[in-house]
């Protein structure tokens, strides 16, 4: 665990500070908003001085490893491999999901029926079924209220 905060602290002050959560979750290859970031850091800065410690740190790796799982769901729906999700890809996977009432932890996530997931998804699409979700967006929006319960989990 200190090898892998001591990589990620670039600095070495023994905090990791937002740039470095950024530069992070790019060396784990997550490309991120800046207010992702945000949103991970405030969540695991439990003393909310604006940086990471070494225990707080360790919140951060569990979302690492459910960011990837997040970011393996919309790869898989993402069938044209556009780096980005059409309607008609969300469409498509929902479908297969509920057809089957199968699928992993963060597709039932994504898609139980009225969750504030799959409605926000909807309304990213405003209407327009030709509009392209970049995985960027889908992270604010899976993420916006995810980081704020990740206690109760």
Same mark, same amino acid.
């Given at each position: 665990?200190?090898?892998?905060?001591?990589?990620?602290?670039?600095?070495?002050?023994?905090?990791?500070?937002?740039?470095? /959560?950024?530069?992070?979750? @790019?060396?784990?290859?997550?490309?991120?908003?800046?207010?992702?970031?945000?949103?991970?850091?405030?969540?695991?800065?439990?003393?909310?001085?604006?940086?990471?410690? @070494?225990?707080?740190?360790?919140?951060? /790796?569990?979302?690492?490893?459910?960011?990837?799982?997040?970011?393996?769901?919309?790869?898989?729906?993402?069938?044209?491999?556009? @780096?980005?999700?059409?309607?008609?890809?969300?469409?498509?996977?929902?479908?297969?999901?509920?057809?089957?009432?199968?699928?992993?932890?963060?597709?039932?996530?994504?898609?139980?029926?009225?969750?504030?997931?799959?409605?926000?998804?909807?309304?990213?699409? %405003?209407?327009?079924?030709?509009?392209?979700? @970049? /995985?960027?967006?889908?992270?604010?929006?899976?993420?916006?209220?995810?980081? /704020? %319960?990740?206690?109760?989990?």
């Amino acid at each position: 665990m200190d090898q892998i905060f001591d990589m990620y602290d670039k600095n070495a002050d023994g905090t990791i500070d937002a740039s470095e /959560l950024e530069a992070a979750l @790019k060396m784990a290859g997550i490309s991120a908003s800046g207010r992702f970031v945000q949103m991970v850091k405030e969540r695991c800065d439990a003393n909310s001085d604006g940086k990471l410690t @070494k225990d707080e740190f360790v919140k951060t /790796l569990q979302i690492f490893q459910e960011i990837a799982e997040f970011i393996a769901f919309f790869t898989s729906a993402d069938t044209d491999g556009s @780096k980005t999700m059409s309607f008609t890809e969300m469409e498509t996977k929902a479908i297969a999901f509920y057809m089957t009432n199968e699928g992993t932890r963060v597709d039932r996530y994504v898609f139980e029926a009225g969750t504030r997931n799959a409605q926000q998804l909807r309304c990213s699409w %405003n209407g327009d079924p030709d509009k392209e979700m @970049k /995985l960027e967006e889908f992270l604010d929006i899976m993420y916006a209220d995810r980081l /704020l %319960n990740l206690e109760t989990q």
